[in-house]
């Protein structure tokens, strides 16, 4: 059974930095987390849930929605089956929960469309005050 699990999530002020992981394991994962291209979305109270940033299975290709290009680094660690999104410069709008989701990369390579995805986690909160 596929286990993905995020972490780091919580409440900051805004300007400062958070670092989230994930971890995914079971079934393919154990034995071939590099198969899998990996991305991170987000929902905001209110807002439909929007990719923000993915990652191919090689890490060798990133994509960013423009709100948080220079801001979000995404990145993965095959070794350990993680993906991380270090969030610099936090700003209010930031605000949500954030889900990883991982798609077998025969089928893709970096996305930022939710369809695309066929595993996802449960989500961790992120706040950012004013």
């Known amino acids: 059974q596929v286990q993905v699990v995020e972490s780091g999530g919580g409440s900051a002020q805004a300007g400062g930095s958070l670092r989230l992981s994930c971890t995914i394991s079971?079934?393919?994962?154990?034995?071939?987390?590099?198969?899998?291209?990996l991305g991170w979305f987000r929902q905001a109270p209110g807002k439909e849930r929007e990719g923000v940033a993915c990652?191919?299975?090689?890490?060798?290709?990133?994509h960013y929605i423009s709100s948080v290009k220079g801001r979000f680094t995404i990145s993965r660690d095959d070794s350990k089956n993680t993906l991380s999104l270090q969030i610099n410069s936090l700003q209010p709008e930031d605000t949500a929960i954030y889900y990883c989701?991982?798609?077998?990369?025969?089928?893709?390579?970096?996305?930022?469309?939710?369809?695309?995805?066929?595993?996802w986690g449960r989500g961790t909160q992120v706040t950012v005050s004013s």
């Open positions: 989701a991982a798609a077998p990369s025969n089928g893709v390579s970096c996305s930022l469309n939710g369809p695309d995805f066929d595993y």
């Open positions: 079971g079934g393919n994962f154990d034995d071939g987390f590099d198969d899998f291209a």
């Open positions: 990652i191919n299975w090689s890490g060798t290709v990133t």
